[in-house]
């Protein structure tokens, strides 16, 4: 038969070092975040009258204690068990028996619960101000760089005429809208569990709404099983942080590439850069690098953690490991947000360079195409395949695509259809000019300059309003937190 109840023996050795240990390794992540909920529990209890003035002002003054005092200098230690073990034995031996009114009606996983959501809450808005503050900084360099001529590319050749700043503004629209998904993500996280119990609540909390209050949280989560074992909002703040990130890595990938002697399109600011301590010729885009792994870090952790959760309902296994990796999932976002950010506001690009390789190639193609079927009366694929023997020819004679004549599309006509097009004398120029072409791409969202600085100037106040409400939820959440610690600071203080 299966024992009931605790045991009176000493963890294992192995369980501290496997176990254990693992989260004490996390306990600094939910240090103060703990010290809130344990609070707000306190003074809930107060307000129904189950605890004692006399103990409720021991406890509240400790637990302000243990607020002022950092992570790295409280006894956390993992042969006593899990951090709230630690807060536990240390609480004992401070006040004693009075320490114990803390797990009146809350069990240990609720309280985490409520402390994970704390730390995620102003992570959360910081990250979003992060992704705004990166579209922001995109946006700008891209309106700086509306009229710099480049070869847009596919398969890294070349495609169409663009511009370097039609090509940026794609990073500013995806930061935008991660931004927008985390901030869906804030509103899951803002909504308390407190009062939830172990599964079905507890016989002491008849109104759960007074601990989200205290917490700043925007309501409570209805269903208390639910409330203790959901996981689907971490998989979608998760999911968020990993798409901001990897459209920041495809960033990093390309500018790897035109950062390169081979291409030399831009080039990295110094500080962003590291030198090889062996070839006095390389300096390598070292921050690039940063980004791109820490991508692939956080396919990692969304990875992991999908796996992790993939367990029946009610299992702590579901969240103790989510208490550190997935705060430090959204750290490492927060980190290289800003440093891809700070890269694209100091990046030099040469203009000159871009423009010399645009002219060289034969980017236009497609709009010589287009306006062979147009003047011709020929189906777009017939036409299609004059242009593409016209390339091949002048490819294979050393010409550019800017040096392509009627009497060459004739000659591919006539090669191809058995006539020609009657197009030898015709002037091409405005086809074959690759800033021309671009100057067209003026429907919404092209890429003509004055389109480009429109985009810009959308996306940079976008930008700002998604950066200005996640600073209001932050502060909001700052003075929750600072008017919680009045009250507890009063009942302490009697």
């Known amino acids: 038969m299966t024992l009931a109840g605790p045991s009176d023996d000493a963890p294992a050795e192995s369980l501290i070092e496997s176990g254990f240990a693992l989260e004490i390794a996390d306990a600094p992540l939910l240090h103060v975040p703990l010290t809130l909920a344990d609070l707000a529990h306190v003074l809930d209890l107060r307000s129904r009258g189950i605890v004692p003035a006399d103990a409720t002002a021991r406890l509240v003054g400790l637990l302000l204690e243990v607020y002022d ?4 200098r409280f006894p956390y230690d993992a042969s006593v068990g899990d951090p ?3 807060r536990e034995r240390y609480f004992i031996e401070r006040i004693g028996d009075d320490a114990g009114w803390l797990h009146a009606g809350r069990p240990r996983r609720e309280a985490a619960r409520v402390a994970l959501r704390i730390l995620l809450r102003r992570q959360l808005a910081d990250l979003i101000m992060r992704a705004a503050t990166f579209s922001a900084e995109v946006a700008t360099v891209a309106g700086d760089h509306a009229e710099t001529y480049m070869p847009d590319q596919t398969y ?61 949280f925007d309501g409570f989560i209805v269903h208390t099983r639910d409330a ?12 968020a942080a990993v798409s901001l990130v990897i459209h920041e890595s495809k960033l990093a990938e390309d500018l790897e590439i ?20 062996l070839m006095p010729q390389k300096r390598n885009p070292y921050a690039l690098a940063i980004v791109r792994g820490a991508a692939g870090i956080m396919i990692g952790r969304l990875s992991g953690f999908l796996a992790l959760i993939k367990t029946p309902s009610a299992r702590s296994d579901n969240l103790i490991y989510s208490q550190g990796e997935v705060p430090r999932a959204l750290d490492l976002a927060g980190r ?9 506001a100091t990046l030099r690009v040469d203009a000159g360079r871009m423009l010399e390789q645009l002219e060289t190639g034969f980017s236009q193609a497609t709009d010589l195409a287009e ?11 017939t036409a299609y395949l004059v242009v593409g023997r016209t390339v091949r020819n002048a490819s294979q004679r050393g010409l550019r695509g800017m040096d392509i004549t009627g009497a060459m599309l004739d000659q591919a006509a006539e090669e191809l259809l058995g006539h020609g097009l009657k197009l030898s004398g015709r002037g091409l120029s405005e086809v074959l000019d690759p800033r021309a072409i671009v100057q067209t791409r003026d429907a919404a969202g092209g890429a003509a300059p004055e389109v480009v600085r429109q985009m810009s100037l959308s996306c940079r106040a976008q930008a700002e309003d998604s950066r200005r409400i996640a600073m209001a939820r932050a502060e909001a959440f700052r003075e929750s937190e600072a008017e919680l610690l009045r009250q507890a600071k009063e009942v302490a203080d009697g």
Do not use: K
């Not at 005092?69 to 790295?72: G, K, Q, R, T």
């Not at 203790?228 to 999911?239: E, N, R, S």
């Not at 290289?336 to 694209?344: A, I, K, P, Q």
């Open 84 to 86: 709230y073990n630690c």
């Open 336 to 344: 290289v947000t800003r440093l891809m950010g700070e890269v694209v």
């Open 156 to 216: 890294l050749q070349q495609a169409q005429p663009s511009t370097f700043g039609h090509y940026l503004l794609t990073f500013a629209y995806s930061g935008l809208r991660d931004a927008e998904r985390l901030s869906g993500c804030l509103d899951w996280i803002n909504q308390s569990p407190g009062g939830a119990g172990c599964v079905n609540g507890s016989r002491l909390v008849h109104d759960r709404s007074t601990v989200a209050r205290l917490l700043g």
């Open 228 to 239: 203790m074992w959901q996981v689907d909002g971490f998989i979608d703040l998760l999911a």
């Open 69 to 72: 005092v950092p992570a790295e």
């Open 258 to 277: 035109w950062d390169s002697q081979e291409f030399g399109f831009v080039d990295l600011a110094g500080p962003y850069t590291r030198a090889s301590v």
């Open 371 to 381: 306006f062979v079927m147009l003047e011709c009366g020929l189906d777009y694929r």
